[in-house]
């Protein structure tokens, strides 16, 4: 079974600056999806980025990108020019890749994060 | 964008009442919709896949005669606590996937349940 792990309970980081969110997994599958998840207090879920495991290139969605190392079955992400709603919890998954639409998200425990004015 | 509704946000029942929480894809069809389950300040748990006109495939361990699960038609499943207790106080989660490529999936916005 495919497991996500997030080493980081909590981060912090100071207005304007960047900062990275750490994510491995593990897997035997060649194939595969990895996502950012951002969990706000609202508690809303809300897709930050997401990477196919076929493509070597990192995604990127403007002040968010990742570090997808395939190999070292790494991902994590990148926020530059952080914000003060950059605040939440955020969530690493892992999603199989299928035909039948029915393969689940795998998350991790998750990476409180916090910017500080 | 798409958007799928779950309702109610929030529902406070007596021990021993059945609730039942409805998640609705509100612009597209979902043959997949997906219930999950959060404790405060932990990650979502996967409950069970509803698949739509099948039965769910619940995870290990949770309890398919406990949580009920009904996906009867393309835009809605229902996820029923049968004969709540405290220990069934939690935030429900719904998620669905569009049945359309490239089949991105979409979050409800939560239920919290609190059963006294």
């Known amino acids: 079974a495919q497991t996500v792990t997030q080493s980081q309970p909590e981060m912090s980081v100071q207005e304007a600056e960047t900062v990275t969110l750490s994510c491995t997994y593990d897997t035997s599958e060649s194939d595969y999806y990895l996502f950012w998840y951002k969990q706000p207090p609202s508690r809303q879920m809300i897709l930050v980025i997401r990477?196919?495991?076929?493509?070597?290139q990192n995604a990127t969605e403007n002040r968010f990108s990742v570090n997808f190392q395939k190999a070292a079955k790494s991902f994590s992400l990148k926020i530059s020019d952080s914000q003060l709603g950059d605040a939440a919890m955020y969530f690493c998954?892992?999603?199989?890749?299928?035909?039948?639409?029915?393969?689940?998200?795998?998350f991790g425990k998750g990476t409180k994060l916090t910017v500080n004015p | 964008g798409a958007v799928v509704s779950q309702h109610p946000s929030r529902v406070i029942c007596k021990s021993g009442t059945s609730v039942k929480i409805e998640c609705r894809s509100l612009?597209?069809?979902?043959?997949?919709m997906f219930w999950y389950r959060q404790f405060p300040k932990k990650s979502l748990m996967l409950m069970a896949t509803?698949?739509?006109?099948?039965?769910?495939?619940?995870e290990q361990g949770v309890e398919k005669d406990k949580f009920l699960i009904n996906h009867a038609s393309l835009t809605l499943s229902t996820l029923t606590v049968t004969s709540a207790h405290p220990e069934d106080s939690s935030f429900y989660i719904c998620?669905?996937?569009?049945?359309?490529?490239?089949?991105?999936?979409?979050f409800g916005s939560g239920t919290q349940l609190s059963v006294l």
């Open positions: 998954a892992y999603r199989s890749v299928g035909r039948g639409g029915s393969e689940k998200l795998v």
């Open positions: 990477q196919e495991a076929y493509k070597q």
């Open positions: 509803s698949n739509e006109g099948s039965k769910a495939t619940y």
């Open positions: 612009d597209f069809q979902a043959t997949t």
């Open positions: 998620s669905a996937r569009d049945h359309q490529p490239p089949q991105k999936l979409f």
